[in-house]
């Protein structure tokens, strides 16, 4: 589909617009909308300014003080009219002409003002949209399209949530407080994706406001200080309210003081991060850690010459110089003179009585059975 750009003197549009998230942002985007148009132009237009030409004839209607009783039946206060030819009076009479080109000109600043805001709107569509709504099949891309027609399209498009859009909701009333956000910036971010809920007919209640700001919390420690206090001022689930966290929060939070616990922690990730940095540094590769051994070596050897012999002179010479634990060798019939067992614990001969008698078990030198054990001699 090829997109047709409209070409306009102005790039200025209404903020937010609706080139992202259309439908999370539509709310602001049409209270934006409408709240320039009801100004626009009230000078000349007593009710309403300009909304008149981008509402529907049932949203027109439907404005306060628009539609009054006159003996039982409904009767609807008329738009401005822009279409109605006006005729100059012909007997040049001062007063008529007068009034007369005072409607032409307020007519002018009128017609301006809906060509203003019309582009203005358009500036604020998605490529597709202008693709959608423009004339394709003539050359006046988005000439024709009217102010009315242009709410009619986003109000059918953008006014209704879809799953993803909840899905979405959900995942930043979830998302942890960031280091730069202010409190008063958390706290309005989330009122207005309930806000946004509440619009498609899923109204939070004050627990899941709650629970979602202190959830946002839980990984700053000035918030959880702040959240702490609302819950020993509110101890009663029922009693607690979204504003009333946000009050607290914001007026208690910043007294908050780093405690001696947050230091160590803050300094355990410290020698954390610098052990990480110093792992990252160790050679690959054989040559490299070659090298570095030897650099090393050739280190601890000017260490010794500076601090003479009295350094290498350490523990480890000292321990050789101790005198070797003996303990004197075992006997076993079996395996002769050993360190390991005597021949009564000798598994061998334990687990053959046919051949090893209860003598044999009970040796303790070559001579005994009697007969003795030629096959093995003291070594010891």
Not at 123 to 134: F, M
Not at 308 to 329: K, V
Request: aromatic share 8%; net charge neutral; hydrophobic share 40%.
């Amino acid at each position: 589909m090829t997109t047709i750009i409209p070409i306009t003197s102005s790039t200025l549009g209404f903020e937010p617009n609706l080139k992202v998230t259309p439908r999370l942002v539509y709310r602001l985007f049409r209270a934006s909308v409408i709240a320039e148009l009801s100004e626009s132009c009230s000078e000349i237009i007593d009710q309403y300014g300009l909304l008149f030409f981008m509402l529907s004839d049932d949203q027109w209607a439907a404005l306060p003080g628009i539609t009054t009783l006159d003996g039982g039946n409904d009767v609807i206060a008329p738009g401005y009219d822009i279409i109605a030819p006006l005729v100059q009076p012909a007997n040049n009479n001062a007063l008529a002409l007068e009034l007369y080109k005072n409607q032409r000109d307020e007519r002018k600043v009128v017609k301006k003002a809906i060509k203003d805001v019309t582009r203005k709107f358009v500036n604020s569509l998605p490529a597709d949209d202008i693709s959608i709504l423009s004339d394709r099949e003539g050359m006046f891309g988005m000439m024709n399209v009217t102010l009315q027609q242009l709410f009619a399209h986003t109000e059918q498009k953008y006014a209704t949530l879809n799953q993803a859009d909840f899905d979405h909701i959900f995942e930043e009333l979830q998302k942890p407080k960031s280091p730069s956000q202010d409190y008063t910036a958390l706290a309005e971010k989330h009122r207005g994706l309930h806000l946004l809920l509440a619009a498609a007919h899923q109204v939070s209640t004050e627990y899941s406001k709650t629970k979602y700001f202190m959830q946002a919390l839980k990984e700053d420690p000035a918030g959880i200080y702040a959240t702490e206090i609302y819950v020993r001022a509110y101890p009663a689930i029922p009693d607690r309210t979204f504003d009333d966290l946000v009050d607290i929060t914001i007026v208690h939070a910043p007294n908050y003081v780093a405690t001696t616990a947050s230091l160590g922690y803050n300094n355990a990730m410290m020698a954390s991060h610098t052990a990480s940095a110093n792992a990252a540094a160790i050679p690959t590769d054989e040559a490299s850690l070659a090298a570095l051994i030897s650099l090393h070596q050739k280190n601890l050897s000017a260490m010794r010459r500076k601090n003479g012999n009295a350094s290498t002179a350490g523990p480890r010479n000292q321990r050789s110089q101790q005198t070797p634990t003996t303990t004197a060798p075992k006997y076993c019939h079996k395996h002769g003179y050993q360190h390991s067992h005597l021949g009564s614990a000798c598994l061998v001969m334990l687990n053959n009585p046919q051949q090893f008698t209860a003598q044999h078990l009970t040796a303790t030198d070559p001579s005994m059975p009697p007969g003795g054990n030629t096959a093995v001699a003291k070594k010891f």
